[in-house]
Each structure stands twice: as C-alpha cells, then as structure tokens.
C-alpha cells in the first residue's frame, strides 16, 4: 500500500468521509464515542479497512460494532458518492487495538520503573565488587621493577629447588 500513492489519497479521503458520517448522518443510538484512526486501501483499490476506536467499555465496544456492520452499506455509498472511483471498495470495520497496546507499554514501564526504584534501594551504601573502577590500568614503571624483582627472585628459589632435587637424587 504504501508504494501506491493513489491507494493513500483515496484511504485520507475515506477516513475524512467516514469520520463525517459517523458524526453527522449515523444516528444509531448504539454508536458510541467512535475515533477513525486509520484507512488502509489495497492496491487494486478493492478494499478498505478502516480501523477506529471507541471510547468506554468491552459492552460499548459491541454496541458500536454492531451499529457499524449495519451502516456499513450506508458508509459504501456515501464513499462511492463522494470519493467518484470507477468501483467502490468493499468495507471493513476493525476495532484498533492501539489503546490496549498503548495500556500494555504503560503497564510495563511502570513495573520496570518500581523495579528500577527496588534495585537503587538495594544499591544504597554498597561497594562495587571489583573497587569504583574494575578495568585494569598500564602499570606504572615503579610497579613493572617491583614485578620484574619478584619473578627474577622466584626463577632463583626454583633454579635452587631444581638443584637440590638433583643432588637428593645422586646422592
């Protein structure tokens, strides 16, 4: 759809057309407070979901998709009417699953966010296991003598063993 520039003016011009009809010419008392969120077109221009959302609950929800199905011949002709194609897309109501999305991400960043406030209380007054600063740095040249006299000491003590363990075994 999207590749189709003619499929997306005529779905914004079908939102607009449907969210006018749903505002001024759909009286059914089952029609709730109804958002069109989005058109989407197919490419042969065929058909046309159109995806809206309702305000208030899963009853109002029902109310509202009932109402949309039986004016669903009356939105078809007002599009066919208004929108002048040669052949008026077939319609579909689907209810947008944004505000529930919308409720799920909140729902979960909040729960890292308590999470988050658990581990900082936890943290307070604790040390790092490897010190502030666990990487290592260059060493500085007092420290490279002091290695070095280290591992020429012990190559001595263990040239030492070495020879003792020798003269233990000839003797």
């Given at each position: 759809m999207a590749d189709n520039p003619r499929a997306r003016r005529l779905a914004d011009r079908i939102k607009v057309i449907v969210a006018?009809?749903?505002d001024t010419r759909i009286k059914d008392p089952r029609l709730g407070f109804v958002t069109v969120t989005d058109v989407?077109?197919?490419g042969d221009l065929q058909n046309a979901?159109?995806?809206y959302t309702v305000y208030g609950d899963d009853t109002e929800?029902?109310?509202t998709a009932a109402a949309l199905e039986s004016a669903k011949g009356l939105v078809r002709s007002e599009v066919g009417k208004q929108t002048g194609v040669r052949l008026t897309p077939a319609i579909e109501f689907h209810l947008d699953a944004v505000?529930?999305?919308a409720a799920h991400l909140t729902a979960a960043l909040e729960e890292a966010r308590r999470r988050d406030a658990e581990l900082a209380a936890l943290r307070e007054g604790k040390d790092y296991a490897?010190?502030?600063d666990p990487y290592r740095k260059p060493a500085e040249e007092d420290d490279v003598d002091a290695l070095a006299d280290d591992l020429e000491d012990d190559r001595e003590d263990d040239l030492e063993d070495d020879l003792d363990a020798d003269d233990d075994r000839r003797a």
């Open positions: 006018q009809l749903l989407r077109v197919t979901s159109i995806f929800r029902a109310g505000p529930e999305t490897g010190g502030e």
